[in-house]
């Protein structure tokens, strides 16, 4: 795969982590350094190794991951968006540290990296080149994209507050709708 294709691969699939990183950015207020690279680096890491599950599982499971990877991120995003809205109306102050806490990152990591998956197993079946280099990219590229996104997203929630949250809740629900009519046909 040549490598201008991988980027562009890359942008594109780092684009649900980068609407994700923009909410939490909401959420937090103030994005501080530390927040931004484990962020950064949960959505680049999952981001990276996804398409290298999905090129070693390709020639055997793709018809079973095919016909479900959108209902699983789907869910997932639904669920994460929800909560953020239930939490946003409670009026509970919440800890910024609980919002990157390792739970609340492993299921955001999932739900964004499941197309990255699809896209190792359409490397498996397509290409030649190495998939570790590919994914050295696509890891490297979601990282950087999603720092950014939290730093976008933590100058609006300061203006916000508790609205923003409830637009990240949101966001992160109308991506799962997305999602949804997408690999159903209907956009």
Known sequence: MEILTIILLAIGLAMDAFAVSICKGLAMGKAQWRSMIVIGL???????????????LGRSCYDLIKDYD??????????IGVNMIREALS???????????????????????????????????????????????IGVITMVISMVGVKIGSVFGDRF??????????ILILIGVKVILEHTGYL
Request: zero cysteines.
């Open 42 to 56: 949960w959505f680049g890491a999952f981001q990276a190794i996804m398409p290298i599950i999905g090129y070693f």
């Open 91 to 137: 009026g509970e102050e919440e800890d910024v540290n609980a919002d990157i806490g390792f739970k609340v990152m492993l299921i955001l990591a999932i739900a964004t990296s499941i197309d990255a998956l699809a896209i190792g197993i359409s490397i498996a079946m397509d290409s030649d080149g190495s998939i570790f280099a590919s994914a050295l990219v």
């Open 161 to 170: 507050g508790t609205k923003a949250e409830i637009l990240g809740g949101v």
């Open 70 to 79: 959108h209902w699983i991120a789907a869910a997932l995003l639904f669920l």
